[in-house]
């Protein structure tokens, strides 16, 4: 992962709606006195919430002076983690998980799908301004593998097939059902177990 | 204090309990590698070159961030050691480029000499280099990011002691990358020691960059006289010529930190130079040579009566200088106009302790309240206001002042600027005069704007008689402090240099009184010439030799030999470590010479004797016994105006230094622009 580039499209302003400044208040009040900043986190997250998924740079200067802290710690936390978007993506933004598990059971057929499909390069808007995919690390479904993230949602157990009907869906407007693309529930083996038979609640 | 007992390499030592690892071996002396453990900031614990061997430990740990403890077993010299070092420098060499030859920092890096002493001669990786795109961060500072290691004490620096927290790391792993704002110039008047920090030669400096190499330079040992705390500093030369500027450490004074402007303003030592005596003969200035210069002089000294003739003496000039001014005043011409105020300051020079920073650098410190009246320490004195910044970050003492003086990079709650509420503060009627009497150590600080308005004795007299009264001045803490802005001003107090407390002698300056004026490196005086016949002797072509009839010129600080007292009464040498440029002489030469010619005699032989007996006068100066009375004073009810300070344009020197201008103007396009906030 290279070192995240910042947009060049910045909005002039930015500030909380009244629904996150309730929020972002619950979230303060979660740390002791003196240690508001511990929320730095939270509040940017709930910024990148309220602008379309990813983070401006008003945002940052915002969230700074609202825990009154140096702009340049928030720069610091934002540019640090990668679910941070500091460019805008697309309403669909997909993550291609890439890390060993998924790649091999095939994540990069995955990718080469999503460039074909989506952008050629990562971090870029589709021709039709609806989605923008990125390759992540693990994101913790390895038993579901190859698996991408839309949004907030899981698509695991895919190919490249798969992958296609769904980004066709997402092409139309449509937000395709998450879970497992072969039936299974949750983690669970795909027909009858195979190990443990004999315990019953296992 | 409890006392821990431990082992590093076999060798039994004791030491203070709240010390690291690091800090124990140096005790038993041995030497820790390191990048980003540094004494003066916090620790890090981030370069991992200092890993050490602890007995019971399955793994090397890191001394700089490890606090000793009893029985602990430390060591040093094993093969696990040598393995891990060897290991931590192969990484830190993986990214970094091998451009030692064309690298400012090469000869004085750590990274250099560390790799020497404790790396291996080839590495493993056989990836591309990373690439870092250089920063900008202002005028100053030239940096080549590519060479980091990350050891962020340049953050820690910017954030804990120059107050400024505008650096950060930004990104991780391999593309980590220290930064600025938004990449803009640093707004710190200690930028500069960032260069001293980094450890590599990521950060250097601008105006040095490729001017010369560490080990072909001359090194001198100095102080520096571009404000009154005397920071020691070291001043490099390569021939006759001043290259850089860097700190010496001195805990009482100066830590190991300079100002900008004492680190930036030596280029200015090289332009605008007065290397001839001048005449100035229908307008133009003339090359004439001393002899004619002395015998221009005499003729009119000879023609005019005494009362007439009038001396100032400047911001830069060194004790032996004034104490020659003062003998040839005193006893060749006998005329008692000599000043070396260039304003109305009020000083009260029947007491040492009248005029001095009593409670002492390091004493601020220890400070619990802390009052500036008419004070701006930021730009007035930099290094002290890093010491109350310091007090503040570890007390988080309070801080009033009475003045809004601007950003001084610690909080401070504003009272205005006015002489109403020093007279609450002398009745106990205020807030603040409370906390004053509650606090066990508290520190006035009066500074310049306070003085030098009208009601300036009023409110240094009446101060000092609210902290007497309430016996807050003991043997063991004075909390009455000035802030003297110019090198010179505390030793012209000690030499008696102040006619009368309200300038008299400017005054009839003013009013075109006298016919002769002496302006001994003295450039910032107001007044309007008209006849006088001005004698300008000094380094730099600046507004004082601008009105002289006849220039002679002298040599600055780093020219000559000479003694300062820094704010606190410190007497400190400066050594010389260059010459004067062409015809110029060392200062205290030219009045001894125009003397001779004037009396047949010189008023010193020579130095030594200038210098034994300007000691032996300091020394009965401080055995005078001083009348203790305190004088009243009428109470005017005015405003304080808080003199606006132009930091990078104080004195000749830093006027005529090319990169003081360009901070200049980099500081005023940064408030026209309205982007600082």
Request: with cysteine; hydrophobic share 30%; aromatic share 6%.
């Given at each position: 992962m290279s070192l995240k580039k910042i947009s060049k499209d910045q909005p002039e302003k930015f500030e909380f709606n009244d629904r996150n400044i309730e929020l972002a208040k619950k979230m303060i009040n979660n740390y002791p006195e003196g240690k508001q900043q511990s929320a730095v986190m939270s509040l940017l997250y709930i910024a990148q919430r309220q602008n379309n998924n990813w983070i401006p740079l008003a945002a940052m200067k915002y969230i700074a002076k609202f825990l009154s802290m140096p702009y340049i710690k928030v720069y610091e936390v934002a540019t640090f983690y990668s679910m941070y978007n500091l460019t805008p993506v697309g309403k669909f933004f997909y993550q291609v998980c890439t890390t060993t598990p998924c790649m091999l059971r095939g994540a990069y057929k995955?990718?080469?799908?999503?460039?074909?499909?989506?952008?050629?390069?990562?971090n870029e808007i589709s021709s039709d301004g609806n989605s923008s995919w990125v390759e992540v690390e693990c994101l913790g479904a390895c038993i579901n593998a190859p698996m991408i993230q839309i949004n907030d949602e899981y698509y695991e157990d895919l190919d490249e097939k798969k992958l296609e009907n769904i980004i066709e869906q997402t092409m139309k407007g449509k937000t395709?059902?998450?879970?497992?693309?072969?039936?299974?529930?949750?983690?669970e083996p795909e027909n009858n177990r195979t190990t443990l038979v004999g315990i019953k609640n296992a | 204090m409890t006392m821990l007992k431990l082992k590093v390499n076999d060798k039994d030592i004791e030491i203070e309990e709240g010390l690291t690892v690091l800090q124990a071996c140096e005790q038993a002396g041995v030497e820790i590698p390191r990048f980003c453990y540094h004494e003066k900031l916090s620790i890090a614990g981030n370069c991992r070159m200092c890993l050490v061997e602890m007995e019971k430990s399955p793994k090397p740990i890191a001394s700089c961030a490890m606090p000793a403890a009893e029985g602990m077993n430390i060591k040093t010299n094993t093969p696990l050691v040598?393995?891990?070092?060897?290991?931590?420098?192969?990484?830190?060499?993986?990214?970094?480029?091998?451009?030692?030859?064309?690298?400012d920092q090469g000869g004085e890096c750590d990274l250099q000499d560390q790799s020497m002493y404790y790396g291996i001669d080839k590495s493993r990786f056989k990836e591309n280099k990373r690439f870092v795109p250089e920063k900008y961060m202002g005028p100053l500072i030239k940096t080549q990011m590519t060479r980091c290691i990350h050891c962020t004490r340049c953050v820690r620096f910017a954030t804990?002691?120059?107050?400024?927290?505008e650096l950060g790391a930004i990104g991780r792993g391999e593309d980590m990358q220290i930064t600025t704002y938004l990449e803009k110039a640093m707004e710190s008047e200690l930028s500069g020691n960032v260069i001293d920090l980094c450890p590599v030669g990521a950060l250097t400096s601008k105006p040095y960059v490729f001017e010369a190499r560490p080990w072909e330079l001359k090194k001198t040992e100095t102080i520096d006289v571009m404000d009154a705390v005397g920071s020691n500093i070291r001043v490099d030369t390569y021939g006759w010529e001043v290259k850089r500027v860097l700190p010496r450490i001195n805990e009482e004074i100066n830590e190991e930190w300079i100002s900008d402007k004492t680190r930036y303003a030596c280029d200015g030592l090289k332009s605008q130079r007065l290397d001839y005596p001048l005449k100035k003969i229908n307008n133009e200035f003339k090359k004439i040579s001393w002899k004619e210069a002395y015998e221009n002089i005499a003729e009119k000294i000879k023609i005019t009566s005494s009362d007439k003739i009038a001396g100032f003496i400047g911001d830069l000039t060194n004790m032996e200088t004034m104490f020659v001014t003062k003998e040839f005043f005193e006893k060749t011409i006998k005329s008692k106009n000599l000043e070396a105020r260039d304003d109305n300051t009020y000083i009260n020079t029947e007491d040492r302790t009248n005029y001095l920073f009593n409670s002492q650098i390091n004493g601020i410190e220890e400070a619990d309240f802390i009052l500036l009246i008419g004070a701006n320490p930021r730009?007035?004195?930099?290094?002290?206001?890093?010491?109350?910044?310091?007090?503040?970050?570890?007390?988080?003492?309070?801080?009033?002042?009475?003045?809004?003086?601007?950003?001084?990079?610690?909080?401070?709650?504003?009272?205005?600027?006015?002489?109403?509420?020093?007279?609450?503060?002398?009745?106990?009627?205020?807030?603040?005069?409370?906390?004053i009497l509650v606090s066990k150590k508290p520190l006035v600080i009066i500074?310049?704007?306070?003085?030098?308005?009208?009601?300036?004795k009023f409110i240094f007299e009446n101060i000092k008689k609210f902290l007497i009264d309430n016996k807050k001045i003991t043997d063991e803490w004075n909390p009455l402090n000035i802030l003297p802005v110019n090198a010179s001003s505390v030793g012209s107090y000690d030499l008696n240099l102040v006619n009368n407390e309200e300038n008299l002698t400017l005054k009839k300056l003013q009013e075109n009184v006298f016919e002769i004026v002496f302006l001994i490196g003295q450039d910032n005086l107001k007044f309007k010439k008209k006849n006088e016949f001005v004698v300008y002797i000094g380094s730099h072509g600046d507004n004082g030799a601008e009105i002289a009839n006849i220039i002679l010129p002298g040599a600055t600080y780093t020219e000559q030999d000479g003694l300062f007292t820094n704010l606190e009464g410190k007497l400190q040498k400066a050594y010389k470590a260059s010459f004067p440029p062409g015809e110029a002489k060392e200062d205290?030469?030219?009045?001894?010479?125009?003397?001779?010619?004037l009396k047949r005699k010189k008023l010193f032989q020579n130095k030594d004797e200038l210098t034994d007996n300007l000691l032996n006068y300091l020394d009965l100066n401080k055995k005078k016994i001083q009348s203790k009375n305190l004088s009243t004073v009428d109470y005017i009810d005015e405003k304080i105006i808080i003199n606006p300070i132009d930091y990078y344009y104080s004195n000749v020197i830093a006027r005529a230094s090319k990169t003081m201008s360009e901070c200049r103007s980099i500081k005023t396009d940064l408030k026209k622009t309205g982007t600082e906030g």
């Open positions: 995955l990718v080469d799908v999503c460039k074909k499909k989506i952008s050629n390069k990562e395709p059902k998450p879970g497992s693309y072969r039936g299974r529930v949750n983690s | 040598e393995k891990a070092r060897k290991g931590v420098m192969e990484f830190l060499l993986a990214n970094h480029p091998l451009d030692c030859p064309v690298c804990e002691v120059a107050g400024i927290p730009f007035e004195a930099t290094i002290l206001n890093a010491r109350i910044r310091k007090n503040y970050v570890t007390n988080k003492t309070e801080i009033y002042s009475i003045g809004d003086v601007g950003d001084q990079t610690y909080p401070y709650e504003k009272h205005p600027a006015d002489t109403k509420i020093i007279k609450e503060i002398c009745e106990n009627k205020s807030e603040i005069s409370k906390k500074g310049n704007s306070a003085l030098n308005s009208k009601s300036g205290y030469k030219i009045l001894n010479e125009l003397s001779e010619l």
